[in-house]
């Protein structure tokens, strides 16, 4: 069965230093994976995705960059914090369905990240 | 007009009541959709495909009704276990894109 898994589940950072938080997904092959961002009290924002390695398509401008060096595997990474970084952040991958369908996604337990 | 709209809520049901919720699309070229449970400082978990004109699951039922874009949720006998924040989902940005809504909060009370 497929497993998602993301790290650190917590962390605290100043402002203006660096980010990585990374995602990787085990029992499938070539997954569509996603990053989301959850601000308190709001709903997900769909920050990047990607159908392939070294593809990513960025849905927001900001100072948030995201890579896939491999296959199951993808990082969100920024190299100096806003305080507006603060969020939850949920990596996904998506499940397969029938053709001209989506499939559905399956989260990460999620990173929760502070912004001081 | 946002992609996907809910009503933030919260709906405040007692014990057995059943409640509906509803959810808006802006893109009439989406194709599929979706509602997700997610508790507090959780992550959101897939409750409900909806592919085509419903989907019924024990005591939840899906609905999409194309011509007015829109799906809906209902949940009847409502638990104390079902009190959380249901997400709507579609693929309104594209076939590669899921865009949330803002969620719809559910409270559950005795």
């Known amino acids: 069965s497929q497993t998602i898994h993301q790290w650190p589940a917590t962390l605290v950072q100043p402002v203006g230093s660096p980010l990585s938080l990374e995602c990787t997904v085990e029992?499938?092959?070539?997954?569509?994976l996603y990053w989301y961002r959850q601000a308190a009290g709001r709903g997900l924002q769909l920050l990047f995705y990607?159908?392939?390695?070294?593809?990513i398509s960025s849905e927001v401008p900001q100072n948030l960059s995201a890579s896939r060096p491999q296959d199951r595997q993808f990082i969100l990474s920024s190299k100096k914090l806003l305080l507006s970084d603060s969020g939850f952040y949920l990596c996904?991958?998506?499940?397969?369905?029938?053709?001209?369908?989506?499939?559905?996604?399956?989260f990460g337990e999620g990173s929760r990240l502070t912004v001081l | 007009r946002k992609e996907v709209e809910q009503d933030p809520g919260p709906f405040n049901v007692p014990e057995g009541a059943t409640v509906a919720f509803n959810c808006t699309y802006s893109?009439?070229?989406?194709?599929?959709f979706f509602w997700y449970r997610q508790d507090c400082r959780k992550e959101p978990k897939l409750l409900m495909s909806?592919?085509?004109s419903g989907n019924e699951d024990g005591r939840f039922t899906a609905q999409l009704n194309r011509a007015s874009q829109y799906i809906s949720l209902l949940i009847r006998d409502s638990k104390l276990s079902d009190s959380a924040t249901y997400l709507c989902?579609?693929?309104?940005?594209?076939?590669?894109?899921?865009?949330f809504g803002a969620g719809t909060r559910l409270a559950v009370h005795p």
């Open positions: 989902v579609g693929n309104t940005g594209g076939y590669n894109k899921l865009i």
């Open positions: 990607s159908v392939g390695i070294g593809q």
């Open positions: 893109n009439s070229a989406s194709q599929s």
């Open positions: 909806v592919y085509s």
């Open positions: 996904a991958w998506k499940g397969w369905s029938e053709a001209g369908l989506t499939g559905e996604l399956f």
């Open positions: 029992g499938t092959s070539n997954p569509n």
